[in-house]
């Protein structure tokens, strides 16, 4: 949905709901979602899996479910070797660049 179908206010109040992470001036959605994009590429994929499982699984479930399917979900990817190499790397010292709101 365009923002020229949104109600005046509309997005800010998604983002109050904690629907919308941010809102980005008009015309710059893409390049945003490109530059989230190319952070989140860099997170360990076996953590990232998880979490979009025990996200879509969240819907089904209580708060207390759900919490318990994602500490699951996130203990199965521990058992992956690349997670368990990021782990050490992020150990050291070594941190994914955040995710920062456009300046």
Same mark, same amino acid.
């Given at each position: &949905? %365009? @923002?020229?179908?949104? !109600?005046?206010g509309a997005a800010? $109040? @998604?983002q109050r709901m904690g629907l919308v992470q941010e809102i980005v001036p008009p015309g710059n959605a893409l390049d945003? @979602?490109?530059e989230v $994009?190319?952070?989140?590429?860099t997170y360990p994929q076996p953590a &990232? !899996? $998880? =979490?979009? !499982? $025990?996200a879509l699984a969240s819907f089904a479930l209580g708060?207390? =479910? %759900?919490?318990r399917f994602e500490v699951e979900a996130h203990r199965e990817? &521990?058992?992956d070797p690349a997670m368990a190499k990021w782990l050490e790397r992020f150990a050291s010292g070594e941190r994914p660049q955040p995710i920062r709101p456009p300046q």
């Amino acid at each position: &949905m %365009g @923002a020229k179908n949104l !109600r005046p206010g509309a997005a800010l $109040a @998604a983002q109050r709901m904690g629907l919308v992470q941010e809102i980005v001036p008009p015309g710059n959605a893409l390049d945003r @979602a490109i530059e989230v $994009a190319e952070i989140l590429s860099t997170y360990p994929q076996p953590a &990232m !899996r $998880a =979490d979009r !499982r $025990a996200a879509l699984a969240s819907f089904a479930l209580g708060i207390e =479910d %759900g919490l318990r399917f994602e500490v699951e979900a996130h203990r199965e990817s &521990m058992n992956d070797p690349a997670m368990a190499k990021w782990l050490e790397r992020f150990a050291s010292g070594e941190r994914p660049q955040p995710i920062r709101p456009p300046q």
